[in-house]
């Protein structure tokens, strides 16, 4: 829809106001607050005034509420300030911009108050998720969900050095792959990173790359004014000047003004006849304001061009903009962290007519009365109603069920428990998501894929199948299946898990995603879970094998420091069990984990933030161990999902302990066993969750610390039964740092054992041997540990 001439005119003094709010936003952060303690916090005027005007058109005009969008994170500053005229921030929270509890510095869906839709920062991955975003809503609508809400365009505003991440590429591919719609790049193409001014022709590259892959590309290149001026006598000789002038060039004259770019123009095509006239016609102001007029900065182009698309394939807009447009430092190629000085904000405060202590008025200084403003506001569409959508939780099954062997690995036992589901009807089975980046077979997603099937907009049947070839696995495409194949990049496993398990809030309908990859390639795609973990998108990774246990396929495919991970990331609890029936236990709490929001307090029993809850990561192998025949206790389940239990208890005589997470467990007990003629009462400490345990530990001491004095963790209470002069031998197929820290809880010496350096090829008893996570490295650590009489079946060390 095309605004009213008034309409247009109001358009126009928001623009500018936003420009002004944003810059005096980061002004105010620099300059006048007081507890800058004179440290510049920055906060990029420059690059947030090169969106100001295509941010103006989207949120005030083009969008509807449903759209979802994925604002460039140095615009932050610009996206505050429209959501501070939407009546949707606050003004304490703009002059708190980046301090404590203040705004924040790049848009977050987790930290900020006002409408954020994605987090943004590392650049790249906001951009990936409007992709992921839309397929995931094909993907809801697909299986009948959420069909009368209207469909979402996923928007993203990407910047022009932004499209160097490689992640970006990968996720163009798979969207191709994977029949992309309703998702619009905006690529504010200002021609400057952050260093320097980008390459000659950048744009053609992206034109040539996103035809490529079928998306619909709009240049927007010259503004309403530059295009009249085209139309004047010779007009057409300024645009072959512009087209043909080097951006370097071009930025270095946006930098001078007016009086530059007439000497330039005169001497280079001044003696050419009408064009003379076109130039002289315009003072030095005017002439600077229409060479300066890219589409960017136009509000009449882009709104025309924004209204004129009409289908729903994909669509890359690359919008010529200036880097600090509007502000002294447009086009100075070392704008990016500039930041205006107090003179040149006095001359733009004059410049936009506005009064000292009148900065933060939202109608202070523009030209339209502001009833009209108040008016025009009250009914932007894009902000009319709640956008926030919502998803009741879904009822979780008490137990997973299924018949494993006796001697079975815990990938073994995830795919039965999952085959399991698949076989079921159950609201939980519909809904869960899986997705694997080229691993769904080695991963042990087969069983599950061959039940519910692959997700595809069209029907596509497994050849083979029809062809009556026989296969373990039946491929099978259609609208209702259940697993997203990806191409091989876990980058995009974790976006597509970030926007699956936001799916709840982006589109009120809840999904239970799960993503299966290699352990060691969660080093490959780690921001991006980091970023899926910081807005809070919820979901279940397992990662599968892990570790050196996965003996001959060596060190490239063995992974380390995995667990450390998994210790470290917030908002993802982790889990490495051992035998299977724990990991029906883990499953099961993180179905109900995953779909926790609440604000609650820590709990008493294991001082986590357990009501809140997060996504779940498991550290699954591929080693098949004899299982424990026992029966699963509430006591037991409740300690398996605490994070650790006694397989052996430390008895009254007990001078070491061992305490083992996953693969570990048959060497942990074998251990046990060569020790027990020589130490009495060794206790056998089985670890389902450091992660878990080390949380839950320093959450206890902070409450204690405060003044809850009888705050007790689960470690804390587990280790109270250990005597103090016990040592504690800890081990795991991971990094030893893992569980070090339990020597601390109640300064029992400890010897940790784990794997530092990198794996190679071998058989398991070769690799535990050369590592010294097997029995017999268990059994010197513990001799080492403890006085005593030597242990008779310990042998010589390699
Ligand atoms: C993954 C990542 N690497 C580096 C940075 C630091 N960084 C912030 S902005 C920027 C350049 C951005 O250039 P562009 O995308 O063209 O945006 P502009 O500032 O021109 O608007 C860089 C390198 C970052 N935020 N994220
Ligand atoms: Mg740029």
């Known amino acids: 829809m095309i605004p009213s001439p008034a309409d247009l005119e109001i358009l ?38 090169s969106l100001a005007t295509i941010m103006t058109a989207l949120y005030f005009h083009a969008l509807r509420p449903q759209d979802r969008v994925a604002v460039k994170p140095h615009a932050s500053p610009i996206f505050h300030a429209i959501q501070y005229l939407l009546g949707r921030q606050s003004r304490q929270k703009l002059e708190d911009f980046r301090a404590y509890k203040g705004a924040q510095s790049y848009p977050s869906r987790t930290k900020d108050s006002d409408d954020v839709d994605f987090s943004t920062g590392s650049v790249g991955l906001g951009v990936a998720q409007t992709l992921f975003s839309s397929l995931v809503q094909d993907y809801v609508r697909a299986h009948s969900w959420g069909l009368e809400r209207p469909q979402a365009r996923m928007i993203a505003l990407v910047g022009d050095a932004e499209l160097d991440e490689g992640n970006i590429f990968e996720a163009i591919l798979e969207g191709w792959k994977q029949g992309l719609r309703n998702c619009w790049w905006i690529i504010d193409y200002n021609r400057q990173s952050l260093d320097a001014v980008v390459r000659e022709g950048l744009w053609a590259r992206f034109e040539a790359l996103f035809r490529a892959f079928g998306w619909d590309v709009v240049i927007l290149k010259y503004g309403s004014l530059l295009e009249s001026a085209f139309r004047e006598p010779d007009g057409e000789k300024l645009r072959a000047w512009i087209d043909n002038c080097p951006n370097q060039l071009y930025s270095a004259l946006v930098f001078r003004g007016g009086a530059a770019w007439r000497k330039r123009l005169l001497d280079e095509i001044g003696d050419q006849g009408p064009v003379t006239r076109l130039i002289e016609a315009r003072s030095d102001e005017e002439l600077a304001r229409l060479m300066t007029n890219l589409a960017g900065h136009d509000l009449p182009s882009l709104i025309e061009a924004f209204g004129r698309i009409d289908h729903d394939r994909p669509i890359c807009f690359i919008a010529y903009t200036i880097k600090g447009y509007g502000l002294p430092f447009a086009g100075h190629k070392d704008n990016h962290a500039g930041l205006m000085t107090p003179a040149q904000m006095e001359a733009l405060r004059q410049a936009m007519d506005i009064r000292p202590d009148h900065e933060w008025d939202p109608f202070e200084g523009l030209s339209v009365a502001p009833a009209k403003l108040q008016e025009f506001l009250a009914h932007v569409t894009f902000a009319t109603g709640d956008r926030a959508q919502r998803a009741a939780r879904l009822p979780i099954p008490a137990e997973l069920g299924g018949t494993t062997q006796p001697v079975v690995s815990t990938q073994a036992g995830f795919g039965t428990l999952l085959n399991e589901l698949g076989r079921g009807k159950s609201e939980i089975a519909d809904r869960i998501v899986t997705a694997s980046p080229d691993v769904t077979l080695s991963t042990n ?72 990859l290699y352990d060691p390639f969660i080093q490959r795609g780690l921001d991006a879970l980091n970023y899926a973990c910081y807005q809070d998108a919820r979901f279940i990774l397992v990662a599968t094998p892990a570790g050196i246990t996965l ?15 998994g210790i ?33 307090e820590s709990s008493e029993r294991n001082w986590l933030r357990d009501e809140i809850g997060g996504s779940v990561y498991l550290r699954l192998s591929t080693r098949p161990i004899e299982q424990i025949k026992r029966a699963m206790t509430p006591e037991l389940r409740q300690a398996v999902v605490d994070g650790a239990y006694w397989l052996r208890r430390p008895g009254p005589n007990c001078q070491v302990i061992v305490a083992y997470t996953g693969a570990v467990a048959p060497e942990a007990i074998q251990s046990v066993g060569l020790m027990a003629e020589d130490r009495r009462d060794v206790g056998l400490l089985a670890i389902t969750s450091a992660d878990r345990l080390n949380a839950g530990w320093t959450a206890a001491q902070r409450a204690r610390e405060r003044g809850l004095v009888h705050a007790r963790s689960h470690i804390e209470r587990l280790l109270a039964e250990v005597p103090s002069h016990c040592g504690i031998v800890t081990v795991l197929d991971g990094h030893p740092a893992t569980l070090a820290w339990l020597g601390a809880v109640h300064g029992h010496c400890t010897r940790p054992l784990g794997v530092e350096h990198f794996g190679q090829t071998g058989s398991i008893p070769d690799l535990y041997r050369h590592y010294g996570i097997d029995a017999n490295a268990i059994v010197a650590a513990a001799a080492a540990l403890t006085p005593g009489r030597p242990i008779r079946h310990l042998k010589a060390l390699p």
């Open 551 to 565: 003996a001959p396929e060596g060190g490239a495919h063995q992974s380390i420091a995995t667990p450390l991970i």
């Open 445 to 516: 997603l087969g069983p599950w894929v061959n039940r519910r099937g692959l997700f595809a907009h069209e029907n596509m049947a497994d050849i083979f199948k029809s062809e009556r070839i026989p296969s373990t696995f039946n491929w099978d495409f259609s609208p209702k299946g259940q697993h997203i194949e990806l191409g091989i990049a876990e980058m995009n496993l974790f976006i597509l898990l970030s926007a699956l398990g936001l799916s709840h809030a982006i589109n009120g309908e809840r999904l239970i995603p799960i993503g299966t």
């Open 12 to 49: 126009r003094e928001l623009e500018k106001k936003v420009l002004w709010l944003a810059s005096w936003t980061i002004h105010h952060a620099n300059h006048l607050r007081e507890s800058t303690d004179g440290l510049k916090v920055g906060g990029h005027q420059a690059s947030s005034a």
């Open 568 to 600: 470290g990331q917030d908002g993802l609890a982790s889990f490495e069990p051992a035998f299977v029936d724990e990991l029906a236990v883990i499953l099961a709490f993180a179905f109900d984990y995953i779909q926790r929001d609440g604000e609650g």
